[in-house]
């Protein structure tokens, strides 16, 4: 049950810690800092946090999805 609470309170945030967008996107943490870096992921910079938008990670992937 506790498990349960944990994944509902994340898929309630606005925003996702690198670890967090990471596992959610099915990508390693190395390379989520190589599309950040390479600015081609959205980001906030909150202080010196760096925080994933949920919305615009869906956005992400909407846009870099392939029809093939």
């Given at each position: 049950?506790?498990?349960?609470?944990?994944?509902?309170?994340?898929?309630?945030r606005l925003?996702?810690?690198?670890?967090?967008?990471?596992?959610?996107?099915g990508?390693?943490?190395?390379?989520?800092?190589s599309?950040?870096?390479a600015g081609?992921?959205?980001?906030?910079r909150?202080?010196?946090?760096?925080?994933?938008p949920?919305?615009?990670?869906?956005?992400?992937l909407a846009?870099?999805a392939?029809?093939?």
């Open positions: 049950m506790i498990a349960t609470q944990t994944n509902q309170c994340a898929a309630d925003a996702l810690r690198p670890s967090e967008a990471a596992k959610a996107l990508i390693s943490e190395r390379s989520l800092w599309l950040t870096r081609r992921i959205p980001y906030v909150v202080g010196r946090r760096i925080l994933y949920v919305e615009m990670l869906r956005e992400f846009q870099n392939r029809t093939e």
